[in-house]
């Protein structure tokens, strides 16, 4: 495979409704795609990250620095390009995984299409649809929480997550539990909002009969994370904390988890994704396919790695009307609580290009072959 050419673009794509975590709200997903030519086909890919630096260390305008600067120029000298050898060629970049799983993503796109292969078959998926959950941003009152979780399990999701943080989190969790009953598959997610110091205070959580609490404690805090598993009943998830195999192995070790979520952005691409589905796998660990606010780019991939056997729980890919007025792919729907995994080859979609021409902020070229 040679590349021809690589572009990348910046999108700007209002959200349906603000997201609010414990690091910030969102109103709309302001991101870039890459979209890359080879001399056999064409691939596309999302990058996860947000403008500031506040879910992660990433953020837009770096990740742009890195991939023209370094991430691109190492790819495109290597002689021949394949999927196999991305992840050697840009292994002297220390970090900025999330940047690597773009590029990589997309030329793995134009790969798989050269050979008219799905990603879900490269992947080893297993099933042709994927239970779907759906996170909860912070609502700022109980009424509206439960408004929000009523309209999703009308809507057929299977499983609900609510963001949680210090001063959120006992009393909206008690208070859907009592509306929506105790059979409701229910998770909690604080994405590092709290430390050690809160063990006594998150344990109140255990009477609820949660799935998991997912991150509660920093993400380079795996120590705090294995002392505060032994003191919950509550399984601690790691989501943040989970960047490769490796850690994944470590984390396991350590009893600092006992789920895990696996985001293919997040640990460098769905090669590595993989990886740590067997690692978890072997040692009988659940997974499951967390979310970014993705486009239907970003979406597609996910549900195929959500489709792996090891993905027991429901994931946060959620149909493309959970953040999307209008998406800038097919939109993908919701059927009896379950996502369809595409089937055409490579990521097995493509944006609309009026629809993307009308969201494109502005469009770069990382490079052309002379």
Not at 60 to 84: D, F, K, M, Q
Request: charged share 20%.
């Amino acid at each position: 495979m040679k590349i021809e050419h690589i572009e990348l673009l910046h999108v700007h794509i209002p959200l349906v409704t603000p997201f609010r975590t414990s690091f910030g709200t969102m109103t709309s997903k302001d991101t870039f795609l890459l979209h890359v030519t080879t001399d056999g086909a064409e691939g596309w890919s999302e990058f996860a990250a947000d403008p500031e630096p506040l879910y992660c260390s990433e953020f837009v305008a770096g990740a742009e620095i890195v991939l023209a600067e370094h991430l691109v120029p190492r790819v495109t000298a290597l002689p021949e390009v394949s999927s196999a050898a991305l992840a050697p060629a840009m292994a002297g970049v220390k970090g900025h995984l999330l940047a690597k799983a773009a590029l990589e993503t997309a030329l793995l796109d134009a790969e798989l299409r050269t050979h008219g292969m799905p990603i879900a078959t490269l992947l080893g998926s297993v099933r042709d649809r994927v239970p779907a959950g759906v996170s909860v941003g912070i609502s700022g009152s109980v009424p509206r929480l439960l408004d929000e979780v009523g309209t999703y399990l009308a809507e057929g999701y299977l499983r609900i997550k609510l963001k949680i943080e210090p001063g959120w989190d006992i009393e909206p969790v008690r208070a859907v539990r009592e509306r929506f009953g105790d059979d409701l598959p229910l998770q909690v997610d604080a994405n590092t909002a709290y430390t050690l110091a809160d063990t006594e205070h998150l344990r109140a959580l255990d009477e609820f009969g949660l799935l998991l609490i997912e991150q509660p404690l920093d993400e380079d805090d795996m120590y705090g994370h294995a002392r505060l598993a032994e003191r919950l009943r509550t399984p601690v998830c790691l989501d943040e904390s989970i960047t490769s195999a490796r850690a994944a192995a470590t984390a396991i070790a350590l009893g600092a988890c006992r789920v895990i979520n696996v985001k293919p952005a997040r640990v460098g691409g769905y090669l590595e994704a993989r990886r740590i589905h067997d690692v978890a796998m072997a040692h009988g660990v659940p997974v499951w396919c967390g979310g970014m606010l993705e486009t239907g780019v970003g979406r597609a991939p996910n549900l195929a790695l959500a489709a792996l056997p090891g993905f027991t729980l429901p994931g946060d890919t959620s149909a493309s009307s959970r953040y999307f007025a209008e998406d800038i792919t097919e939109p993908f729907t919701l059927v009896d609580g379950h996502m369809r995994v595409p089937t055409a080859p490579g990521i097995g979609t493509d944006p609309l290009p009026e629809v993307l021409r009308r969201f494109t902020a502005s469009r770069r070229t990382l490079y052309r072959r002379p």
